[in-house]
């Protein structure tokens, strides 16, 4: 045990957080990218995505709602979730996407998602472990408040950060702005609703994402503890590191499910009512020159049905029951607890990796005196 006192010696700097934490964002994405990938091509041949609809993304880091544009098939250029293909299963998928699309196409949307997602992973992780630390964590000790308490603030710092640029990206989708568009889009949506408006979905981000970072971080630092503990080592292997944060994934994704439930149902139905709006400010424009009662007696029927949350969680309760509230627990389970482990366990390579430099650099710097 003497041993595992030392590390909490030798530190790494904000800067080396950063870097590991952005490394692990990148690998992570990499690894748990084509499931979902595979995941949304399977769902489309199910049930084709009409223009206008929304789906959920995840690069393994966030979700990220998406706009579907193009509902036409005849089109000849085609986004990469609407691309032809018969698939009879997910490794069927897997081989056909590889085979006749390219190694690529597994990660096709990837890119632009990482914008958001690396920096709001970098914020998370560092300030995580520099909160912690600032509360006086000692590994080995078993003070599991600090874990609940850190995890829980660094979350709502990164959400808080994140969610003004994932409704700038929706906007960007559904309306196609320029840049300039978009700056008069937001200067005129925070003169109408207040700074507030540009936090529309935090709630529901908050209610969910909180409770899983507090579940996550308290059970990964106690099955990190008792780990080392078991084999007397002051630092978790990358094996240690990927268990522990595979089973508190699984354990925060499972408790914390219909959270999840809620916060996709209401970010698609945020989404969605944004584009419908769009549309019919567009086709209210050409209604000037048109005479569409198809379109003008739609209008009038339909009304934006975007409420709280929990209103939203008792209309799930009456219409299907307590079940609904429970849907898609193993897709869940599939996708955060391998995302967990890569990143964790990454994460925390990288930090052994930068404790080793720093010990060789003050080891080196000692002789040399």
Excluded at 33 to 43: A, F, G, M, S
Excluded at 130 to 152: D, Q, W
Excluded at 204 to 216: C, E, G, I, N, Q
Aim: proline share 5%; net charge positive; aromatic share 10%.
């Amino acid at each position: 045990m003497a041993r595992r006192g030392h590390a909490t010696t030798t530190r790494i700097t904000p800067l080396q957080q950063m870097a590991a934490s952005c490394s692990g964002a990148f690998l992570t994405s990499l690894f748990v990218t084509p499931l979902d990938v595979v995941k949304i091509r399977l769902q489309a041949q199910q049930k084709p995505f009409a223009k206008g609809n929304c789906f959920l993304y995840c690069n393994g880091l966030m979700d990220h709602l998406c706009v579907c544009l193009n509902g036409n098939s005849t089109s000849s250029i085609r986004p990469w979730y609407r691309m032809p293909g018969k698939f009879n299963g997910t490794l069927d998928a897997f081989v056909q996407i590889s085979r006749k699309e390219g190694l690529k196409s597994l990660w096709s949307g990837l890119p632009p998602t990482l914008i958001m997602a690396v920096p709001a992973t970098v914020v998370y992780f560092t300030a995580y472990d520099n909160l912690k630390e600032a509360m006086g964590f000692v590994p080995g000790k078993k003070n599991y408040t600090v874990p609940i308490v850190a995890g829980s603030i660094a979350r709502i710092i990164a959400v808080t950060a994140i969610s003004p640029l994932e409704l700038i990206r929706t906007k960007m989708q559904s309306k196609k702005l320029t840049y300039q568009e978009l700056k008069s889009c937001i200067r005129s949506s925070v003169q109408s609703g207040g700074v507030l408006s540009l936090y529309r979905g935090w709630g529901p981000t908050v209610l969910r994402d909180v409770p899983f970072s507090a579940l996550y971080w308290l059970n990964y630092e106690y099955f990190k503890s008792e780990l080392c503990e078991i084999y007397h080592t002051e630092e978790p292997t990358l094996v240690m590191s990927f268990f522990a944060g595979a089973t508190s994934g699984t354990i925060a994704a499972v408790l914390t499910l219909p959270f999840d439930v809620i916060k996709t149902h209401r970010q698609i139905e945020m989404g969605e009512m944004e584009t419908r709006q769009n549309c019919y400010q567009a086709c209210g424009r050409s209604l000037a020159f048109t005479n569409c009662l198809c379109i003008q007696q739609d209008r009038l029927h339909w009304a934006p049905q975007s409420s709280s949350t929990f209103i939203l969680m008792r209309r799930l309760w009456m219409q299907n029951g307590p079940k609904a509230l429970f849907a898609g627990l193993t897709p869940r389970v599939v996708k955060v607890a391998p995302a967990c482990a890569i990143m964790i366990s990454c994460y925390e390579g990288f930090k052994s990796f930068f404790r080793r430099r720093n010990e060789q650099q003050r080891a080196a710097l000692t002789a040399w005196e």
